[in-house]
């Protein structure tokens, strides 16, 4: 968060830089319009950017850390290397449907505070409330990237029972582990 404020600030910098000379004849010029162009495409840019990262995080570099059990610069490398270059569009097809999907639950989120008469927006209710939408969303990045192989696999046929690992076993029989189906 830190270095998204450092940035911002930044920016705004610059474009400030940029309008100086209309700040001290205090007219607006093309210096000022000038800055607010600039500070537009930059802001626009940061935006973007930032919306990115903070999907790459979310989508890829979390389940690689918990997966490989890793830091999060070594799944960093991995998921960008592994799992985005490859997969460059159907990133970026992914990125436009979760923005699509989030678009419809933030619409069903309004629909249930004004329902509730706002009272499903405090806190513990609408954690209650809206918690099959973020199951959702989270259930939906890992089901794609278990579409890259077994390695990356998370909803394994586990035995409910004892944990134990009961990929490559028909449904219905006993665990080999604590002998429970």
């Known amino acids: 968060m830190l270095l998204y404020i450092i940035v911002f600030v930044v920016l705004g910098a610059i474009s400030f830089a940029i309008a100086i000379p209309d700040v001290q004849s205090q007219e607006f010029t093309g210096f000022g319009i000038a800055a607010i162009v600039v500070g537009s495409i930059f802001l ?4 973007l ?3 990115f990262v903070a999907f790459f995080i979310k989508i890829f570099v979390i389940p690689a850390m918990y997966i490989k059990r890793i830091s999060a610069v070594e799944a960093w490398k991995i998921a960008w290397v592994e799992l985005h270059q ?6 970026v097809l992914l990125l436009l449907m979760v923005l699509l999907l989030s678009v419809g639950a933030g619409s069903i989120a309004m629909f249930v505070t004004c329902a509730t008469c706002c009272i ?3 806190p513990y209710v609408s954690s209650v409330l809206l918690l099959p939408i973020a199951v ?3 259930c939906y990045s890992l089901c794609y990237i278990q579409q890259f192989g077994a390695e990356w696999t998370f909803f394994r046929n586990m035995c409910r029972f004892c944990s134990y690992d009961m990929q490559g076993l028909e449904e219905g029989h006993s665990c080999p582990e604590c002998g429970k189906s």
């Open 120 to 122: 499903g927006a405090l």
């Open 49 to 51: 950017a930032s919306v």
């Open 136 to 138: 959702f969303f989270t």
């Open 86 to 91: 490859p997969n460059r569009w159907s990133s």
């Open 44 to 47: 626009l840019l940061y935006i």
